[in-house]
């Protein structure tokens, strides 16, 4: 485990010994050893599990609502039953049945109007699929930046230490230098998780958004055949 793996490297500091504590204990006294900096790593934690959670369960009835609407879709387009599909895609509220009822709602305005109404709308539901991922992407640089700066805060505050005394000592520096790690390994504890978070939401997204794009060139050939049909009529 990660947090085991960086507690047993700090153990190795002067003046950092290990208490009788259970792991969950260390851990929470070096949480709370880091000073005023665990506070602005904390929101980042707790904003970054809020939005992790949220975004998992928003993309995952999405994505169900998404993968039903297209396979009824696609049946129905089969059988060129044009009403029964708008009809349904109106009704639904899911990203591809937003799309493809732009589309089908233009089937008889022909082809590029088809083509263009589909673009507009996807536009549209993807800016709001990636509805969060930004906090996601802003919360991973910005948690390993304030570690780093609770390190840069804990070197001086050892140096500061070195100068009031006029030597140097390991008990003079061991807390800046504590302060200093810790500050720059929780920081990137936080950012890790917050980063593969990300990167999951972008891959599911992708996979929503090919289907969606291949639903709706299935319909894009349907209406065209049906167009080419009737005008060889």
Same mark, same amino acid.
């Given at each position: ?9 700090l ?15 260390q ?5 709370w ?13 707790? +904003? ?7 975004k998992f ?12 609407i ?19 895609t ?54 390993? +930046? ?41 920081? +990137? ?33 349907? +209406? ?10």
């Amino acid at each position: 485990m990660l947090a085991m793996r960086l507690y047993g490297v700090l153990l190795q500091l002067p003046g950092v010994e290990a208490p009788q504590l259970t792991w969950q204990e260390q851990l929470n006294k070096l949480w709370w050893d880091t000073g005023w900096m665990r506070w602005p790593l904390a929101l980042c934690a707790v +904003l970054g599990i809020i939005v992790i959670v949220w975004k998992f369960i928003d993309l995952t009835a999405k994505a169900a609502r998404t993968k039903r609407i297209l396979k009824e879709v696609d049946e129905l387009l089969t059988q060129r039953r044009i009403k029964e599909a708008l009809d349904i895609t109106r009704d639904t509220n899911a990203p591809a049945a937003k799309i493809l009822y732009a589309g089908l709602e233009r089937h008889e305005e022909g082809t590029d109007r088809v083509m263009k109404a589909i673009e507009n709308q996807g536009l549209l539901e993807m800016s709001k699929l990636e509805k969060g991922l930004v906090v996601l992407a802003t919360l991973t640089n910005i948690a390993p +930046l304030l570690g780093f700066l609770g390190t840069v805060v804990g070197m001086i505050l050892a140096f500061q230490s070195i100068e009031a005394a006029g030597e140097v000592e390991a008990t003079l520096v061991a807390g800046g230098i504590k302060v200093a790690l810790l500050t720059t390994a929780f920081g +990137l504890m936080i950012a890790i998780p917050v980063s593969i978070g990300h990167n999951y939401f972008v891959s599911r997204i992708d996979a929503l958004v090919i289907d969606m794009e291949e639903s709706a060139q299935k319909m894009v050939d349907v +209406l065209h055949a049906i167009h080419s049909g009737k005008a060889a009529g």
